[in-house]
């Protein structure tokens, strides 16, 4: 590769040869790719690019670690839309404010930057099978890139990742493990099993060349904005290596004299997982911490990154910010309801710590700001649809239930209508039968709880809760005129309700079980 020298260590300075099958140096430090930047200078100019009609990240190959002959993969990756969002400005009281929606990439986040260039060094290095642990995103970027280039991929994923990126995983063709653990244990299974059968690894935390797939954002954010440098750029971080791979763009750009000046980076984390902030805001070398955060694309609490990422942040002079999963999902309406993109919880992360920012002061009036988006909200509909739902007071009772067990449920309406049969045995009176009566309501009522509860969780669909607010209220209805009718027509309605939430659930279109050939633990 002309344009690049070699890889040295950032921990203790070794120096490799920048061979395809990189990863960390011996001392456990990550390695960074250093370019021969006179050699880009006289090869690569503003001109030359602004004729190019790649409209990828490859449209930067000069500023790439790559061999001239290597094909770009198939997929195509970056380019994608920065918007300038007026309303949104005008509401953080900024001058100007953009949004980079890379949940527009093919398999929907940032991370098929990453992943894009794992193909292309896998195929260097003539590997045919590539593997990664990932909390999602990159799972689902590297199995999408990698079937459309023919490789065969092993994916680790905890098994708290959202059905939306597992279906991904599925409908690309990946084998994948399931590991009931933290990011923490499902990183190392994958390093284990790297190690034992030689797979290419896609591990952003230890192939350099993946950050520096990732850097093209950056390079496309200023090519966007015409080369004109913005005041802050705001991104969610995780692992570290999306910030890293940022500033690592930003940085090549103004050292082949594409822009005069850099931006100070805004590092936002969730409350729950923050181990990178922490250790900026305290000065204090970074800490495990839990993953205690719905947003699950950073749930890291044990970043891999972290040198290039707390070093990314202070060469910046960058901003450091924590926001709650409430402001993260606030966040993700926000930016639906004024710049019309969708993000997941990742994804807005850097957009709810912008916001913060701002009512606290910390953002100056006549800003100029870059929002990047780094996941697509149909990764994860979950959250945003119980971030979105507002239910009727009515309805809270449906929307409780749905987070109990359904098992607990049925053993409840077992214990009612026990009860009302031993009761029956007494001799009757008007309060008696009232009793049974109230006792047979709500057995019928759990039931059909409990049933609605189980199709939910099949299907984790917003359709399931409709079907238990719908079930609650003709369960309540109904069992009142039945109590004052008699038990025959009780027994009529309870059944009905039933029936009821079942149709409630399954007659929607969009009510569909995802069904795969393999089992998945």
């Not at 009566?437 to 039931?447: D, H």
Request: proline residues 4%; neutral net charge.
């Amino acid at each position: 590769m002309k344009n690049v020298k070699h890889a040295k260590c950032v921990k203790c300075g070794k120096i490799y040869e920048a061979t395809p099958n990189l990863t960390n140096c011996s001392c456990g430090g990550i390695l960074d790719i250093v370019y021969d930047y006179d050699y880009i200078r006289a090869s690569l100019t503003k001109e030359t690019l602004a004729r190019r009609r790649d409209n990828s990240m490859w449209r930067y190959r000069e500023l790439l670690p790559v061999e001239e002959s290597t094909e770009a993969p198939p997929l195509r990756v970056g380019w994608s839309p920065l918007y300038e969002a007026k309303n949104l400005a005008a509401q953080l009281g900024i001058r100007r404010l953009f949004v980079k929606d890379d949940g527009l990439n093919p398999t929907a986040s940032l991370k098929d930057r990453a992943s894009s260039m794992a193909v292309a060094k896998a195929v260097e290095a003539g590997a045919k099978v590539i593997a990664c642990s990932s909390t999602g995103n990159a799972a689902s970027s590297l199995a999408g890139n990698a079937a459309a280039a023919g490789l065969k991929t092993y994916i680790f994923v905890p098994s708290r990742a959202p059905k939306g990126k597992v279906a991904q995983l599925m409908t690309f063709g990946a084998t994948v493990i399931s590991v009931q653990g933290s990011y923490e244990d499902t990183f190392e299974l994958s390093k284990q099993a790297i190690e034992k059968w030689g797979w290419y690894n896609r591990n952003a935390a230890i192939n350099p060349y993946l950050s520096e797939g990732k850097k093209t954002v950056g390079l496309e954010i200023m090519e966007q904005l015409g080369w004109e440098v913005p005041d802050y750029i705001a991104i969610s971080v995780g692992d570290g290596c999306t910030i890293a791979g940022l500033w690592k763009g930003l940085k090549d750009l103004y050292a082949i004299g594409f822009i005069d000046k850099l931006p100070r980076l805004i590092s936002a984390q969730a409350e729950g997982c923050c181990p990178l902030n922490r250790a900026i805001e305290t000065g204090e070398d970074w800490r495990p911490m839990e993953e205690n955060t719905l947003a699950d694309s950073i749930a890291v609490g044990v970043p891999r990154n972290a040198d290039k990422a707390l070093m990314a942040i202070r060469e910046s002079n960058g901003l450091v910010v924590n926001v709650s999963d409430d402001e993260i999902m606030a966040a993700q309406k926000l930016l639906g309801r004024t710049c019309g993109v969708f993000g997941e919880p990742a994804g807005v992360t850097g957009a709810a710590g912008l916001k913060k920012l701002c009512e606290q002061g910390k953002i100056p009036a006549d800003a100029a700001v870059v929002s990047v988006v780094t996941g697509n909200g149909l990764k994860d509909v979950a959250n945003a649809i119980a971030a979105c739902a507002e239910l009727p007071t009515m309805f809270l009772f449906a929307a409780m239930v749905r987070r109990r067990r359904c098992d607990f449920w049925l053993k409840l309406s077992g214990l009612f209508f026990t009860l009302k049969a031993l009761l029956s045995y007494l001799t009757p009176t008007v309060e008696l039968f009232y009793l049974v009566q109230l006792l047979q309501m709500l057995g019928w009522g759990l039931i059909s709880v409990a049933l609605v509860y189980y199709i939910n969780a099949l299907m984790d669909r917003s359709d399931a809760v409709k079907g238990q607010a719908y079930a609650t209220m003709t369960f309540t209805l109904g069992s009142v005129a039945g109590s004052l009718m008699g038990g025959w027509l009780l027994d009529l309605v309870g059944a009905g309700v039933v029936l009821s939430a079942v149709s409630a659930v399954t007659s929607s279109e969009f009510t569909q079980r995802i069904s795969t050939d393999t089992p998945f633990p």
